[in-house]
Structure formats: structure tokens, C-alpha cells
Antibody, heavy 121, light 103 residues
């Protein structure tokens, strides 16, 4: 069974750093890209970026480039999303999702349960 | 950058009724569009990909159609568990969502 299991909820102060994780199981982790998706309270879904775990190649949405870092450790089948300096506006639910590609597009076929990040002074 | 627009924002229907949700792209995306369902407190779930292909385990009452710029998700007869928010997606862009709620 394919599973993506994310790390638990976090409460942080503005300016603090944070790394959340997403561990894949039940499939070959290096055969599928992983994306991160943000959902702010009461809002819709925003694609942040993606990583190829086989070589750690990344793409970012222009909206998130420079604000977050996506990484992966294929030896433990885990992808990460990290911030060096959190802002209150980073408060949101963050989902990891597995990508699958068709001929010329990609979709998200399995999702983690989400990690709630709260940033408040 | 492609922009996806969904309508209506909210659809109020009763169980057993047919739901028709629309997604429009700002430029042609051929048939490369997906639909997701999200229930409160849950992660999204892939329903339809490449405009009309049901994902694994998705009931036949869900169907997708369209190409180019106009796409439709149809739920033929609403079950109680279908009341949720539905998003369309093309590559790195999601639509704003349509909420299907109980009339």
C-alpha cells in the first residue's frame, strides 16, 4: 500500500527555522517525484514545488522560490520542506503528494495527511 | 501562466441529484486536467486525470469531460459522502474550488 506519512503539527515563532518531513512507503521512492502543496486556513490549494528523489533535482513555483527549500534523502525515503525564517503568513496546512506523469502533464495521485504549521509570537 | 477558473463557487444540491461542475483554463491545456475532492480535515483525493480518466478506486458516478479550455466534472447521483470541495488542476496550477453542499 502506497503511503506518505508526514511529521506532526508545529508551533513556531516568527524568525524561527523549521523542517517538516514526508516519508514514502509501499513503492519505489526514487521512481516518483514528490511535491509540496500549501493550504492556508479556509483557502484553496497552492503548488509550491517538486523534487525528483533520485537525484534531488527541484522545481519551485515562482511564488515560493527563495522562501522555502525542498530536499530529499532517498536512503530513508523521505522528502523535506524547510524554512530558514518563518513568518506569520506561513501559517498553513502543508501537504506532500506523489506525482505521476502522463505523456505531457503530471498529477498528484497519493497525498500525505498534512502537517499544520502555526507561526505566532 | 495558466489560470484556472471554477464555477459555480458553491453548488447546493440534494442527495440523488446530478452535479455539474465547470473548470475553465485561460489558454488551451489540451486534455491535461485533473479533478480532486477534498473533505473537511482531509487531504485532497485524485478523482479524474487527463480530463476523463477515473483514478484507481473512484466510483463510476464521477465522470470528467472536456478539452482545450472548458472542462466538466459530473457526479451522476450525489451520495452523502460526495458533499465536499472540488478542485481542478493543470500542472502547477489549481483552480479556486467549487463547494458542493447539501441543500
Amino acid at each position: 500500500e502506497v503511503q506518505l506519512v508526514q511529521s506532526g503539527a508545529e508551533v513556531k515563532k516568527p524568525g524561527e527555522s523549521l523542517r517538516i518531513s514526508c516519508k514514502g512507503s509501499g513503492y519505489s521512492f526514487t521512481s516518483y517525484w514528490i511535491s509540496w502543496v500549501r493550504q492556508m486556513p479556509g483557502k484553496g490549494l497552492e503548488w509550491m514545488g517538486r523534487i525528483d528523489p533520485s537525484d534531488s533535482y527541484t522545481n519551485y513555483s515562482p511564488s515560493f522560490q527563495g522562501h522555502v527549500t525542498i530536499s530529499a534523502d532517498k536512503s530513508i525515503s523521505t522528502a523535506y520542506l524547510q524554512w530558514s525564517s518563518l513568518k506569520a503568513s506561513d501559517t498553513a496546512m502543508y501537504y506532500c503528494a506523489r506525482l505521476f506523469f502522463t505523456l505531457t502533464s503530471y498529477y498528484f495521485d497519493y497525498w500525505g495527511q498534512g502537517t499544520l504549521v502555526t507561526v505566532s509570537s | 501562466e495558466i489560470v484556472l477558473t471554477q464555477s459555480p463557487a458553491t453548488l447546493s444540491l440534494s442527495p440523488g441529484e446530478r452535479a455539474t461542475l465547470s473548470c475553465r483554463a485561460s489558454q488551451s491545456v489540451s486534455s491535461y486536467l485533473a479533478w480532486y475532492q477534498q473533505k473537511p480535515g482531509q487531504a485532497p483525493r485524485l478523482l479524474i486525470y487527463d480530463a476523463s480518466n477515473r483514478a484507481t478506486g473512484i466510483p463510476a458516478r464521477f465522470s470528467g469531460s472536456g478539452s482545450g479550455t472548458d472542462f466538466t466534472l459530473t457526479i451522476s447521483s450525489l451520495e452523502p459522502e460526495d458533499f465536499a470541495v472540488y478542485y481542478c488542476q493543470q500542472s502547477g496550477t489549481f483552480g479556486p474550488g467549487t463547494k458542493v453542499d447539501i441543500k
